[in-house]
């Protein structure tokens, strides 16, 4: 049985092979025996009848996640601030993010979005905001930069 705990996380099973990979928060297995798991943020457990494989420190973001933001639901973006299209784009897509300065950061709060992003890939839907709002945005590395990088 796998059980989350406030999570995003991948199960795959064949036959006998069950692997379990968190991206954010913890996911108990338990197995046959009885005995609970803890998976945290960024490992991966791997079970094959009785013999288990760890990873550890695996990146949150990149091709082995994208499938998570392709299914999750759009975000109405219609008078929300940019602070939370920034931070939900992060969540989606498990990146870090970074803002130029505190200032802006402050400000992300006040600039109110307009429109919709139905339709967009994420660099669509960054261009598309960065274009609109006048504050650039930019992911790379597992990181927004919201601003462009600090100097």
Same mark, same amino acid.
């Given at each position: 049985?796998?059980?989350?705990?406030?999570?995003?996380?991948?199960?795959?099973?064949?036959?006998?092979?069950?692997?379990?990979?968190?991206?954010?928060?913890?996911?108990?297995?338990?197995?046959?025996?009885?005995?609970?798991?803890?998976?945290?943020?960024?490992?991966?457990?791997?079970?094959?009848?009785?013999?288990?494989?760890?990873?550890?420190?695996?990146?949150?973001?990149?091709?082995?996640?994208?499938?998570?933001?392709?299914?999750?639901? +759009?975000?109405?973006? @219609?008078?929300?601030? #940019?602070?939370?299209? *920034?931070?939900? !784009? /992060? =969540? %989606?897509?498990?990146?870090?993010?970074?803002?130029?300065?505190?200032?802006?950061?402050?400000?992300?709060?006040?600039?109110?979005?307009?429109?919709?992003?139905?339709?967009?890939?994420? +660099?669509?839907?960054? @261009?598309?905001?960065? #274009?609109?709002?006048? *504050?650039?945005? !930019? /992911? =790379? %590395?597992?990181?927004?930069?919201?601003?462009?990088?600090?100097?």
């Amino acid at each position: 049985m796998v059980r989350h705990v406030g999570t995003q996380f991948q199960v795959h099973v064949a036959g006998n092979n069950t692997r379990v990979r968190v991206r954010e928060g913890r996911v108990l297995l338990t197995r046959a025996t009885g005995t609970p798991t803890d998976i945290a943020a960024g490992d991966e457990l791997r079970v094959a009848g009785e013999d288990m494989q760890w990873q550890r420190g695996l990146p949150s973001f990149g091709t082995d996640w994208e499938w998570s933001a392709g299914i999750a639901p +759009a975000l109405e973006i @219609e008078n929300r601030p #940019l602070a939370e299209f *920034v931070t939900w !784009m /992060a =969540r %989606e897509h498990g990146w870090q993010i970074q803002y130029r300065d505190e200032t802006l950061q402050h400000r992300t709060l006040d600039i109110r979005l307009h429109g919709s992003l139905d339709q967009l890939d994420a +660099a669509a839907m960054l @261009e598309r905001v960065a #274009l609109v709002t006048g *504050v650039s945005l !930019m /992911a =790379r %590395e597992g990181v927004l930069w919201v601003g462009g990088r600090a100097q």
